[in-house]
């Protein structure tokens, strides 16, 4: 069932939603295992993610390889595969990482870690590791500007106001957007081995990609990495799960089609109230307890959703719930 609020009288806004209440899935966690204790066989993992992942990477090479052998005459090619497949393969490569961030793939918090840093080798720009201490925080700090890297930056906001070009850049750039959060949230950036491990093996795998197999095979990837966080109707995740015209609701989920090629990841709210329950049991979760999801505001479309974003002038980068910083931003 989708829940659709009537937004006819939300005005512009260029300031974020103070709320004063907690965040609201750990309440919502301990109702809905009051409600429904036979949610706890969901909790687990699922180690043929690990399978998943390595045939998108062995997947996303061999396409690159085969552009490659094409030659830069071919570029134009690169970049319609790029947008149509491999925006879909990295945007996975992202949500296994962040099943690998979770440890909901394997037991062993190392061989977690070695599946993020294999996965996130087609993004060519390392991430993996960064986004593991960052998104942790994200949960257990949801809406705290000082510790959570998901919110926007005031700056940011400010500059790309509420007009369908400043959105669509924004949308178009996230990457960089999202990297650049990392200057406002100080002590979370990890620097151990793993992450030196990360910056290798990506940087590594593009110059093999750029060396032996030719440029394209380097555009190939890089813009499959680009379209997969920006400006494609996969972008539209990012305003779903935490941009809404209703302060009351902070966290959305996304029910459509497109979750089937994108491992359930528009299952947010079921994600956050149950983070230890894998990408292929959310489903289940949200058919067992009804209830606590259907009187949600959802989206059916992602495409719908990113259009509506931009050129809707009263959603901005304003449209999030914030909370009293835990510690100076």
């Not at 149509?84 to 793939?105: M, P, Q, R, S």
């Amino acid at each position: 069932m989708t829940v659709t609020i009537d937004a006819s009288a939300v005005a512009p806004t260029m300031a974020f939603h103070a709320s004063r209440e907690a965040e609201p899935h750990a309440g919502r966690t301990k109702a809905i295992l009051k409600a429904h204790p036979e949610v706890r066989a969901l909790i687990g993992r699922n180690p043929w993610t690990g399978a998943i992942m390595a045939a998108h990477v062995a997947v996303q090479f061999a396409i690159a390889v085969g552009l490659g052998a094409l030659g830069t005459g071919y570029w134009w090619l690169a970049v319609v595969l790029a947008w149509c497949i491999g925006a879909f393969a990295n945007h996975n490569l992202y949500i296994i990482i962040h099943e690998a961030t979770h440890n909901l793939i394997f037991k062993s918090r190392m061989a977690n870690k070695m599946v993020a840093v294999i996965a996130d080798m087609p993004n060519i720009i390392p991430g993996a590791l960064a986004f593991r201490s960052f998104h942790l925080k994200h949960h257990s700090n949801q809406g705290d500007p000082a510790v959570d890297a998901d919110l926007p930056s005031e700056w940011e906001a400010r500059m790309v106001g509420n007009s369908a070009l400043g959105k669509s850049l924004w949308l178009f750039f996230f990457p960089v957007f999202q990297a650049l959060r990392v200057f406002r949230v100080h002590g979370i950036m990890p620097s151990d081995g793993w992450t030196i491990a990360n910056f290798i093996c990506c940087i590594g795998y593009g110059i093999v990609l750029s060396e032996v197999f030719g440029f394209n095979a380097l555009l190939y990837s890089f813009l499959s990495f680009w379209f997969s966080l920006g400006l494609h109707p996969l972008g539209a995740r990012w305003v779903q799960e935490h941009y809404s015209l209703d302060p009351e609701q902070e966290t959305g989920s996304y029910y459509g089609w497109l979750n089937r090629f994108a491992m359930n990841i528009g299952y947010h709210n079921e994600h956050h109230d149950l983070p230890s329950v894998p990408w292929n049991r959310l489903p289940e979760l949200t058919r067992m307890a009804p209830e606590f999801y259907q009187p949600l505001t959802s989206y059916p479309s992602w495409t719908r959703l990113l259009l509506n974003f931009i050129f809707d002038p009263r959603y901005s980068l304003y449209s999030r719930v914030v909370r009293e910083p835990s510690t100076p931003a």
